[in-house]
C-alpha cells in the first residue's frame, strides 16, 4: 500500500486542469478543518467546498469496487468498509462546520465532475457574496451608491 499515491493521481490531476480552466483557484491535499484530521483533495476554502477524488476498489465503488481480492479477503473486505465509515464521518463533520463535501469516484468523467464542483462552487460564492453584502461587510467607496439591502 505504500506505493499508492495519495496525491496527484491521474483523475484527480484532470479535474483540477478542468477547474483550473474554468478559472477556479483551490488549495491541494490540504485539512479542510484544522482538527480535524483528514485531508481532501481539492479544496476551496472561501466557498467552504472540500473535493475527495475517491478510486474505486479502496472506498468501495457501487460499480467497481465490489471485486474479490485473491488472497486475505477479509483484511480488504474491514479495510474498504474502515475507509467507507471514515467517509461518511468526515461528511458528517464537514457539514456540521458548515462545509460542502463533494465525492468524486475515479471512474467518473471528469468534465462532468468539474462541472458539478465548479456549479457548487460558484453557488456557494453567490450565497456567501450576498450574505456580507446584506450585512454591510462590504462597504461602498466614497462618492458610490451603496448596493440595495436585500
Known amino acids: 500500500m505504500q506505493r499508492q499515491r495519495t496525491r496527484d493521481t491521474a483523475p484527480e ?6 477547474l ?10 490540504a485539512p479542510p478543518l484544522p482538527w480535524l484530521r483528514r485531508r481532501a483533495d481539492i479544496v476551496f476554502r472561501p466557498s467552504l467546498v472540500a473535493v475527495f477524488v475517491d478510486g474505486c476498489f479502496w472506498h468501495g465503488c ?22 467507507q465509515a471514515r467517509d461518511l464521518d468526515t461528511d458528517a463533520q464537514l457539514e456540521v462546520a458548515g462545509w460542502l463535501a463533494i465525492r468524486v469516484w475515479e471512474h467518473e468523467a471528469p468534465e462532468q465532475a468539474a462541472q458539478r464542483v465548479a456549479e457548487a462552487v460558484r453557488c456557494r460564492r ?3 457574496d450576498a450574505r456580507a453584502s446584506a450585512s454591510g ?11 440595495p439591502a436585500m
Request: without cysteine; glycine residues 6%.
Open 20 to 29: 483550473h480552466a474554468y478559472g477556479l483557484r483551490y488549495r491541494v491535499d
Open 62 to 83: 457501487p460499480d467497481h469496487g465490489q471485486r474479490q481480492v485473491g488472497s486475505n479477503n477479509a483484511y480488504w473486505s474491514a479495510k474498504v468498509a474502515t475507509n
Open 126 to 128: 453567490r450565497h456567501r
Open 137 to 147: 461587510r462590504y462597504m461602498s467607496a466614497p462618492n458610490q451608491p451603496a448596493p
Open 13 to 18: 490531476l484532470a479535474l483540477r486542469r478542468l
